[in-house]
C-alpha cells in the first residue's frame, strides 16, 4: 500500500510561507549558514567560504544587512581597511525558522 500524500501544512502554500524569501537565495542562505557557525568573520574569510567573488558577497550582505540580519563593521588591519561580518539575533532566528520550514516541506 502506498503512503498517502502530505498535506497542505506540510507541502501546500502554509509551508511555503513559513520560508525566508531574504535567506531563501542559495548565496544569501550560503552566507547566513557560514556565519551561523562563528561569532564574527572577515569579508574575505566568508567570501572564500562561501566561494562568490567580492562583489557577489556584497550584494548579498547589503540584502541581508538591510533586513537586520547580519551586522557590517569596518576598520583597519595595520593601514589595511577591512570588513567583519557578523549574524544578528534575527539573522539567526531567521536561519532557524527556514531551516525548520525547509526540513518540514522535506518530511524530516
Do not use: C, N
Not at 550560503?30 to 566561494?51: C, I, K, N, Y
Not at 563593521?73 to 561580518?85: E, F, I, N, Q, S
Amino acid at each position: 500500500m502506498t503512503p498517502p500524500l502530505p498535506g497542505p501544512d506540510a507541502v501546500g502554500e502554509p509551508a511555503r510561507a513559513r520560508l525566508d524569501e531574504v535567506i531563501h537565495s542559495p548565496v544569501r542562505l550560503s552566507v547566513v549558514a557560514a556565519l551561523a557557525a562563528t561569532e564574527e568573520a572577515e569579508f574575505g574569510a566568508v567570501r572564500d567560504a562561501v566561494e562568490i567573488s567580492d562583489s557577489a558577497l556584497s550584494k548579498a550582505v547589503t540584502v541581508l544587512e538591510q533586513a537586520g540580519y547580519v551586522t557590517v563593521r569596518k576598520g583597519y588591519v595595520g593601514k589595511r581597511p577591512r570588513t567583519w561580518l557578523t549574524l544578528s539575533a534575527q539573522g539567526r532566528a531567521a536561519l532557524r525558522d527556514h531551516l525548520a520550514a525547509l526540513r518540514a516541506i522535506a518530511g524530516d
